[in-house]
């Protein structure tokens, strides 16, 4: 069955630091690939999304390139601030049965430090 | 617009206590969604609904019933609480149910059975 993998937190990283978190996936199709961001006490949300293969995803300085030949979706950012400290979620979304089938690793956590 | 809301925002019950979380959306959204949040699992389905008049299981629909009572509202219902249910439980609702939808989440419910 499908399955994301993404790497184990927490991450805790100085201000202005480079940031990566590795997302690797299984699916039997071409699923659209996601980043979700769950701050604290809140629901998740969209951070970006890419639904083909070699497409850049991008918002708010983060970036992810959707790379079938690795099956991965790497988020990257430039210069983390503290108010990206969060938990960040990758996700493959394919269509299954009459709906739309969403699975989610479990999840990063990212502190930033100032 | 408020997105997706949710109701309670807390709850503790007894075992064998029965309730009914409540969810709604102002996005004309067809498709909509019930996940529990587990530490260490990401986020598993328990119930969707297509569209408006359809509902059916997800990965994980044991002591749960669902009603889509319009095309705003979706509610869940645990009919005799066990601890084993104890958990975060999000709303969700997309467009069409797409593959490339994005979902919008609501803030959450936290349920504790004691």
């Known amino acids: 069955g499908d399955s994301v993998t993404q790497m184990e937190g927490p991450v805790t990283l100085s201000e202005e630091a480079f940031l990566t978190i590795n997302c690797t996936y299984t699916?039997?199709?071409?699923?659209?690939l996601f980043w979700y961001v769950q701050y604290p006490g809140e629901g998740l949300q969209l951070l970006l999304k890419a639904t083909k293969a070699d497409d850049k995803g991008s918002n708010k300085g983060f970036e992810a390139t959707y790379r079938k030949e690795t099956t991965s979706f790497h988020l990257e950012k430039g210069s983390v601030q503290v108010s990206d400290s969060a938990v960040y979620f990758c996700a493959l979304s394919e269509r299954r049965g009459g709906y739309q089938k969403v699975t989610f690793g479990t999840g990063t956590k990212l502190q930033v430090i100032p | 617009n408020a997105g997706v809301t949710q109701t309670p925002k807390f709850q503790v019950l007894k075992t064998g206590q029965s309730m009914t979380l409540q969810c709604a959306q102002d996005m004309n959204h067809n498709s909509m969604y019930w996940y529990r949040q587990d530490p260490g699992m990401g986020l598993r389905l328990i119930y969707y609904s297509a569209s408006e008049g359809t509902t059916d299981k997800g990965e994980v629909p044991n002591g749960y019933n669902v009603s889509r009572l319009n095309k705003r509202e979706f509610s869940l219902r645990l009919e005799s609480a066990a601890p084993s249910q104890t958990s975060v439980y999000f709303c969700a609702s997309s467009l069409q149910g797409a593959f490339t939808d994005t979902q919008y989440f609501g803030p959450g419910t936290r349920l504790t059975v004691l």
């Open positions: 699916a039997t199709g071409y699923p659209s």
